[in-house]
């Protein structure tokens, strides 16, 4: 089955750091770009940070670049989001999504999120 | 980087049609054909729904179908059918970045 599993969501105060982690399985995780979406409370749907298979392309959004950093191992089928400097609205679910060129480099597999709450 | 404009609301009964739009700039949804359509219902992750502007991802009703014109793209929900209340959300591919839309609340009377 594929499946992706987020992780290491929480309670942090802002100025501080936290690492987003999303787990890959049943598909070959090193074959496709990955991102991060993120969606606050009761709002839409908000790009934050792509991946090329190969860690040669990365993208930001404006609200985070220079904040956030997007990784991933291959090796361990997984995918990261260093997360510094945090403000109050970064306050959301942080959904990885894999990316599949075949399909116009849509969003074809979610995972169910994990949530950042920034708060003092 | 501004999100893409969708109503905030549509509705609808059973069995009719309706169509969500989605206007971008000519930075992304006019320069690509590279748009997609999500389904969200309520504590779920979204669903892709449409890839590369009208194609239908295997699975997906054929009630669904999407299209574009110029910096405007559109999903159409054919026969409504109640299963199909959710959010809705387009998203372009803008060079190195993604853009999603606003987001549309779709209701079946």
């Known amino acids: 089955e594929v499946q992706l599993v987020e992780s290491g969501g929480g309670l942090v105060q802002p100025g501080r750091s936290l690492r987003l982690s999303c787990a890959a399985s049943g598909f070959t995780f090193d074959d ?6 993120r969606q606050a409370p009761g709002k ?4 934050v940070s792509g991946i090329s298979w190969n860690s ?3 993208g930001y959004a404006d609200s985070v670049k220079g904040r956030f950093t997007i990784s991933r191992d291959n090796a361990k089928n997984s995918l990261y989001l260093q997360m510094n400097s945090l403000r109050a609205e970064d306050t959301a679910l942080y959904y990885c999504a894999k990316v599949d ?3 116009g480099g849509a969003f074809d597999i979610w995972g169910q999120g994990t949530m950042v709450t920034v708060s003092s | 980087q501004s999100a893409l404009t969708q109503p905030a609301s549509v509705s609808g009964s059973p069995g009719q049609s309706i169509t969500i739009s989605c206007t971008g700039t000519s930075s992304d949804v006019g320069s690509y054909n590279l748009v997609s359509w999500y389904q969200q219902h309520p504590g779920k992750a979204p669903k892709l729904m449409i890839y590369e502007v009208s194609k239908r991802p295997s699975g997906v ?3 669904f179908s999407g299209s574009k014109s110029g ?3 559109s ?3 054919s026969g409504l059918q109640a299963e199909d209340e959710a959010d809705y959300y387009c998203c372009s591919y803008a060079g190195s970045r993604r853009v999603f ?3 549309t609340k779709v209701t079946v009377l």
Do not use: C, D, Q
């Open chain 2, 61 to 63: 009703s054929n009630r």
């Open chain 1, 44 to 47: 839409g749907l908000e790009w």
């Open chain 2, 75 to 77: 999903l159409t929900i």
């Open chain 2, 101 to 103: 839309g606003t987001g």
């Open chain 1, 101 to 103: 060129k075949f399909l």
């Open chain 2, 71 to 73: 910096n405007t793209a």
């Open chain 1, 56 to 58: 040669g392309s990365i």
């Open chain 1, 32 to 37: 496709y770009a990955m991102h991060w979406v």
